[in-house]
């Protein structure tokens, strides 16, 4: 199975505050990256699909890039209701797999 | 509008059995990859089962010959048919469709979770 990893486990930012989350495969996995959001309590919101295209209803100020194996997610200007989780998964091959997400926090 | 419904969950002794139910509307499970993800309490994501084309499904390797994909058609519904439950299956599992024509191309309506509990 291909181990995604996340970076970092949690960050602490300010609204307003561009934030940068980081994504790894354990093998290249092209472009077959997506990106969700979670709230507490809530189920995940696909943001980002195959590494870079926007979800259909996503602020534009949510971004993806990368490919190979190294990915990132980019909220270019943080706002109050983006405080969550974000979890990466790969699409390459089967199964499916999650990084271990990263929460974002009120600083 | 798309909504996804499960419903099923609760608390089950190790070795019991539980079947999930996922009742959607606003498309049809038939033209659809559809799946199941559970996570459990504090931790990430994992993905348990596929259903998709012809009936054709996959697996975990975790959960593989103890749980079970599959759908009514005719009630757009999704099960998920849990058996030899361990405490490591404890978890809220949610019901995901897949907006793509392979398992994972992207989840992107999801039900609001069942909680199932394995203990004693």
């Known amino acids: 199975d291909i181990q995604m990893t996340q970076t970092p486990s949690s960050l602490s930012a300010s609204v307003g505050d561009r934030v940068t989350i980081t994504c790894r495969a354990s093998q290249s996995i092209s472009s077959y990256l997506n990106w969700y959001q979670q709230k507490p309590g809530k189920a995940p919101n696909l943001l980002i699909y195959?590494?870079?295209s926007l979800q259909s209803g996503v602020p534009s100020r949510f971004s993806g890039s990368g490919s190979g194996t190294d990915f990132t997610l980019t909220i270019s200007s943080l706002q109050p209701e983006d405080f969550a989780t974000y979890h990466c998964q790969q699409s390459y091959s089967s199964p499916p797999t999650f990084g271990g997400g990263t929460k974002v926090e009120i600083k | 509008e798309v909504q996804l419904v499960e419903s099923g969950g609760g608390l089950v002794q190790p070795g019991g059995s539980l079947r999930l139910s996922c009742v959607v509307s606003?498309?049809?499970?038939?033209?659809?990859?559809m799946s199941w993800v559970r996570q459990a309490p504090g931790k990430g994501l994992e993905w348990v089962a596929v259903?998709?084309?012809?009936?054709?499904?996959d697996y975990a390797d975790s959960v593989k010959g103890r749980f079970t994909i599959s759908r009514d058609n005719y009630k757009d519904t999704l099960y998920l048919q849990m058996n030899s439950l361990r405490a490591e299956d404890t978890a809220v599992y949610y019901c995901?469709?897949?907006?793509?024509?392979?398992?994972?191309?992207?989840?992107?309506?999801w039900g609001q979770g069942t909680l199932v509990t394995v203990s004693s």
């Open positions: 606003g498309f049809t499970v038939s033209s659809n990859y």
């Open positions: 259903i998709y084309s012809a009936d054709s499904t």
């Open positions: 995901a469709r897949d907006r793509g024509d392979y398992v994972g191309a992207g989840f992107d309506f």
């Open positions: 195959a590494a870079s």
